[in-house]
């Protein structure tokens, strides 16, 4: 892809991709590897066998230990009668056992199926019976409530995991790993490892499915994305060239878990296979990514709003100098500017070069498509395309595209371009469309604007856009804008804004707030109404202000605006 000068412009995005003027140099289809996800593992590390692959607990296991126990594993689950295209649903939680399997089953060409640790046995069997899974694997300690589960499927193999059993020997002792299997039908670590013993044949196809992850269902129904090894390998190559700063050697903090796509590729596949440290953390809760950050200091940290305020306000993070974080990136949901501003400032008072990265994208792209580097990085924008992607923006609910500046939906062109929702081919038809430039592209329901230099802003969600009548007069009123205008006032943690309906006006709107702990409510009110009639339109003012202790989160740790708007009611 070559960009165009500036006084060449089009005018028009996709064709211009005036984006490309912060790299050195333009990723090709070519540039991707055609292997499967097991396959670019190995060979980026082959001549590394003597490194360090995984840390988790006090336990290091080089990459020649990690191959070696793919290999064994994919053994296992070829004796057991998983082969190409079979699909095995994980129900895990961060530890190298996941790491393993997940390579093992791209390595005979199986479907790894990764699903929330949070669903419960009936929507387990449900899922179990839709994807025909042949095998089964979750954690011990989740089996007594979900063996039901399996009855009636296609399920001949269920393999139990504990926490510790790849942990090292102190570990193992503290958490009892050496508990007698809950049921003699099922399989442990060890005897699962010990059908391992023929070598199994590799297959090796960037182009098959390999596996399998949810969408957030913040706004809609969940949805299984299927996704290839050309879709992780291809995010990996984007990364690589945007100089973000990633180096073998490195340290990569695992914080996120690896039933979404974030976690499978920004945290698991793409530190792997670039030669970085990967530090699992088995409970990746945003909570505790302070306590673990002070513990490990790592190198890079990806993670959701959640984690980073975790970090910045943790007591012993903010005692430390912070030199050793080169990144410290936030994604999978909107980024308030004040966040942002507030990270950057502490990352310059703890002595760290870093500034806040911020990703944009969706799980039907394999997670990012769009990001923030240290040569493209603009307050209140998540960045530019990454470097094999195209991005445009459309009048919404058409294809037309839009010039720079100019608000629509935005959508994406990209090598990471899901294979289509399973067994969901008229929702694909929905998101994955023909334009008349002869592409196929994803429409995101987000609206955005693309400036001329190449950076996106997005303002917010299609669905989140509510609709007011005021004095006989129709509105389109962003939530996204009014959460941002009345985040600055006085006193306010968080604000979401949502929609009540209301027959005669359509919608009218309803602030959920987060207020300082220090301030009080009748206060904090006063503030925001204050704040809202001096900047505000009318109908852009919330008819009702309600305070929370915090906001409710889906199983992937974003906000819960469903939740939330059903609380307005």
């Not at 690896?258 to 530190?271: D, K, L």
Request: net charge neutral; aromatic share 8%.
């Amino acid at each position: 892809m070559i960009a165009q000068t500036e006084h060449e412009l089009t005018g028009y995005p996709s064709v211009d991709k005036p984006w490309l003027k912060y790299y050195d140099k333009a990723l090709i289809e070519e540039d991707i590897p055609k292997c499967s996800a097991f396959r670019m593992l190995y060979e980026r590390n082959k001549d590394y066998l003597t490194d360090t692959a995984l840390l988790y607990f006090h336990k290091k296991m080089t990459y020649k230990m990690l191959f070696q126990k793919i290999e064994k594993a994919a053994a296992a689950l070829a004796a057991l009668g998983i082969g190409k295209g079979d699909i095995v649903t994980l129900q895990t939680l961060n530890m190298p056992q996941t790491v393993i399997l997940f390579y093992a089953l791209s390595y005979i060409g199986a479907v790894a199926n990764s699903i929330f640790v949070t669903e419960g046995e009936e929507e387990l069997h449900d899922i179990l019976l839709t994807t025909e899974s042949k095998m089964y694997i979750t954690m011990d300690s989740f089996w007594s409530s979900h063996r039901n589960a399996v009855l009636g499927t296609d399920v001949t193999h269920v393999l139990l995991l504990q926490v510790a059993q790849e942990a090292d020997t102190v570990t193992k002792i503290v958490l009892s790993v050496k508990r007698k299997s809950p049921n003699a039908e099922c399989l442990t670590w060890n005897t699962f490892l010990a059908f391992g013993n023929k070598k199994a044949d590799e297959v090796n196809d960037s182009s098959l499915p390999m596996a399998m992850v949810y969408t957030g269902g913040t706004t809609g129904k969940s949805k299984a994305v299927v996704l290839s090894s050309k879709n992780l390998n291809a995010l990996v190559m984007q990364y690589e060239h945007t100089y973000v700063g990633l180096k073998r050697g490195g340290v990569f903090m695992n914080s996120l878990p690896t039933f979404i796509a974030f976690g499978i590729v920004c945290s698991m596949h793409m530190p792997l296979c670039l030669g970085i440290v990967n530090i699992i953390v088995a409970d990746p809760t945003p909570m505790n990514s302070g306590k673990y950050f002070a513990k490990y200091k790592p190198n890079y940290f990806v993670n959701g709003i959640a984690g980073i305020e975790s970090i910045i306000n943790h007591p012993k993070v903010r005692k430390m100098k912070l030199d050793f974080i080169k990144v410290l990136a936030a994604g999978g949901e909107p980024v308030p500017v004040s966040l942002e501003e507030k990270t950057n400032h502490f990352l310059r008072e703890h002595q760290s070069n870093a500034r806040l990265c911020i990703g944009y994208g969706m799980t039907e792209v394999a997670s990012t498509v769009v990001t923030s580097s240290p040569r493209a990085d603009r307050m209140g924008t998540v960045g530019i395309p990454l470097p094999e992607t195209v991005v445009k923006i459309v009048e919404p609910e058409t294809t037309r595209e839009l010039t720079y500046d100019v608000e629509g939906e935005i959508c994406f062109h990209t090598p990471t371009m899901m294979l289509g929702y399973y067994k969901e081919e008229e929702e694909t038809k929905n998101i994955i469309k023909l334009h008349p430039d002869g592409m196929l592209w994803v429409h995101s329901g987000d609206i955005g604007r693309i400036s001329r230099d190449g950076f996106l802003v997005v303002v917010g969600r299609i669905k989140r856009i509510i609709s007011i009548r005021k004095d006989g007069i129709y509105h389109k009123v962003f939530s996204k804008l009014i959460e941002e205008t009345l985040g600055k006032a006085d006193g306010v943690e968080g604000i979401v804004i949502v929609g009540r309906e209301k027959p005669a006006i359509e919608h009218e709107l309803v602030a959920f707030v987060v207020k300082n702990s220090q301030r009080e409510e009748e206060e904090v009110k006063c503030q925001l109404q204050k704040y809202a009639q001096k900047n505000m339109e009318t109908w852009e003012r919330p008819i009702e202000y309600r305070f929370v202790e915090n906001f409710p989160r889906t199983d992937v740790g974003k906000i819960n605006y469903r939740k939330l708007e059903e609380m307005a009611k």
